[in-house]
């Protein structure tokens, strides 16, 4: 212990007595317990925020449909499939209202409308 404490000078100077300098050290510290305590309660938080959250294909169709529509105006619009009772369409969704669906298909770029009745399911294809 004493090798790490600074030794006092060679030369004696005259000087009033100085107290030692206090070491400004960490006064608080949490201990495990209180780590496990306090991470229990917040993946019990975050689980309570994913259960919110689904995964695309556990979703109903409407849900579906407004996840599309609803989506950030900077993010780029996604690709989806859509199964109607007579075709399938490969696009992005333009529009969405309660009884019709527009959609801009890759293949040819043209805007196809159709009932919201006709679609069977909503499958995402990417960018």
């Known amino acids: 212990m004493s090798e790490k404490q600074a030794k006092p ?30 991470k229990s309660e917040s993946e019990s938080h975050a689980t309570d925020a994913t259960s919110k959250r689904r995964k695309f294909h ?7 449909l407004k996840y599309m529509t609803d989506m950030p105006v900077i993010m ?3 690709k989806c499939e859509v199964i109607t009772s007579n075709q399938i369409y490969v696009g992005t969704v333009e529009q ?19 009932k919201r009745e006709n679609i069977k399911d909503v499958r995402l294809k990417g960018f």
């Open 76 to 78: 780029p619009k996604m």
């Open 58 to 64: 556990d979703m109903t169709i409407d849900e579906k």
């Open 96 to 114: 969405c209202d309660d009884e019709q669906l527009v959609i801009r298909t890759v293949e040819q770029g043209f805007k196809v409308n159709m």
């Open 9 to 38: 000078p060679l030369l004696f100077i005259s000087n009033p007595i100085q107290s030692e300098p206090e070491a400004k050290a960490q006064k608080q510290y949490y201990s495990l317990e209180e780590t496990f305590s306090s």
